[in-house]
């Protein structure tokens, strides 16, 4: 018994609004920061990751608890903690939500992360084993140079898509946004050779680059895309993929080209407004440069690759009326947008947004930890300046039911073909806009027959 090896269990938790929607596990990417904290814990423990995205959690007896949480899925955290607590068996909390409420998650937890937990884990693996754990540990940004590889062999088999990150941080300072709080204000890159040697030891079809911006602002961030992508090629590493980036990746043909050629199907971009005053609300200084007019021009460029936009999108600003909200969903089914992101803005703690409405008394649910279940995107939680919290959310299902219905999402499949002229791209375009149809409605109707529609496409290349 004496070298028996210690048990840690890592905990990826969901929350309750997913568990009761139609929630397809194949349309998401698995734990990354749960994986690498695996991947830092020595040889001597013996480690699982446990992840409600697939099965609700049960007890199960180990030595050591870690658990991570967005801020939807918080108090579903600390209910799981309180069930090892109970038992004396230690916990520690972290990820973003903790590390921006740090004194909230220390009642529920008997040490926490805040920050980065790469360059602290190591001494928190060595206080446990001392019985010495502190209550609270603080990770520094440190540089991205021979980060630690995460452990896949620990994710559940059931994802579709594998995911990699090579940057972290952000310089834009969107009020909506708590990344440049969490991960810093600037961009931290790690080694190309290092990405493409971690690329090539991933087995599986489609790749999901979990960087907020994958190419940057600068041309230094774009060039070193541009090596990536060029590096993917000559090592002959093949799969499907698609990425966060902001709309200037329009701009460079240079990425676009050579993205496309390394496999990319979709780009991730922040439209949140076609309007100027919305824009200029969520400080999106990026398109305000660009210039709403510009817009279809950027997609077009982006189509000419073969490349489908993800056109992630806000409803239910300050300066949002009911007619801006339907405008802004008429909007989304005539651009170029190929799939369509439609959430509520969302407060998160962190944010600026946040703290001005927290001030402001226009949080509609404050009894936390427990309504932290409401922050999930597709909830009212605050009281809007031009409406009423219940005719955004009325007006909400409006635009969902005119944006996700099956006629909409079949020309947009069409559209989406005839654009990129890549049946790939149109595929994924659709399967993210039936992810986010199944996710809104939830429970209340049936999903969307995706092979049904599939079969409008022909052969894929």
Not at 9 to 36: E, M, Q, V
Not at 138 to 165: C, K, M, T, V, W
Not at 259 to 269: D, F
Request: hydrophobic letters at 40%; charged letters at 25%; proline letters at 4%.
């Amino acid at each position: 018994m004496e070298n028996r090896k210690k048990k840690l269990l890592l905990i990826n938790p969901l929350h309750p609004y997913k568990r009761d929607a139609l929630f397809d596990t194949s349309t998401i990417s698995p734990p990354l920061g749960l994986g690498i904290i695996a991947g830092l814990t020595p040889d001597d423990w013996d480690i699982e990751i446990h992840d409600e995205n697939f099965e609700v959690f049960q007890y199960k007896a180990v030595d050591f608890v870690g658990i991570t949480a967005l801020t939807s899925a918080a108090y579903r955290a600390y209910e799981i903690a309180a069930i090892y607590r109970e038992r004396g068996i230690k916990t520690v909390l972290g990820g973003i939500h903790v590390s921006m409420r740090p004194e909230e998650a220390l009642k529920y937890a008997d040490s926490i992360v805040v920050g980065e937990a790469e360059g602290v884990w190591a001494q928190v693996l060595a206080d446990f084993e001392k019985n010495e754990l502190k209550r609270q540990y603080h990770g520094d940004l440190l540089s991205l140079e021979n980060a630690p590889i995460p452990r896949r062999d620990l994710f559940h088999p059931g994802y579709s898509y594998a995911n990699i990150q090579t940057t972290r941080g952000c310089p834009m300072n969107c009020d909506f946004c708590s990344v440049h709080t969490f991960n810093g204000n600037h961009y931290r890159q790690r080694p190309v050779e290092d990405v493409l040697d971690e690329l090539e030891s991933i087995k599986a079809d489609h790749l999901f680059f979990v960087d907020d911006n994958l190419i940057g602002y600068s041309k230094s961030s774009a060039q070193r895309a541009v090596s990536l992508f060029k590096g993917m090629i000559e090592r002959g590493i093949k799969m499907d993929w698609y990425c966060q980036a902001s709309l200037n990746i329009a701009d460079n043909e240079e990425v676009l080209k050579y993205a496309a050629a390394s496999g990319c199907k979709m780009i991730l971009i922040g439209i949140e407004s076609e309007k100027v005053e919305q824009l200029k609300e969520t400080n999106k200084k990026m398109n305000l440069k660009i210039g709403v007019d510009h817009y279809e021009e950027a997609f077009a460029k982006i189509h000419a690759h073969g490349i489908g936009v993800l056109g992630a999108l806000v409803f239910g600003l300050d300066s949002d009326t009911p007619e801006d909200l339907i405008n802004r969903a008429n909007y989304a089914i005539n651009s170029g947008i190929d799939a369509m992101q439609a959430t509520i803005i969302t407060p998160l703690p962190g944010t600026r947004l946040f703290d001005r409405l927290d001030k402001e008394n226009r949080l509609l649910f404050t009894s936390f930890p427990e309504d932290w279940k409401h922050y999930h995107f597709l909830e009212v939680i605050h009281k809007p300046k031009l409406m009423s919290p219940d005719e955004l959310m009325d007006t909400m299902h409006v635009c969902w039911e005119k944006m996700w219905n099956e006629k909409t999402l079949y020309r947009k499949m069409l559209k989406t073909l005839k654009a990129t002229k890549s049946a790939k791209a149109a595929a994924w375009a659709l399967t993210s806009n039936m992810e986010r149809h199944n996710t809104a409605f939830g429970s209340k109707r049936a999903p969307l027959d995706i092979n049904k529609m599939l079969g409008g496409l022909g052969a894929t290349e």
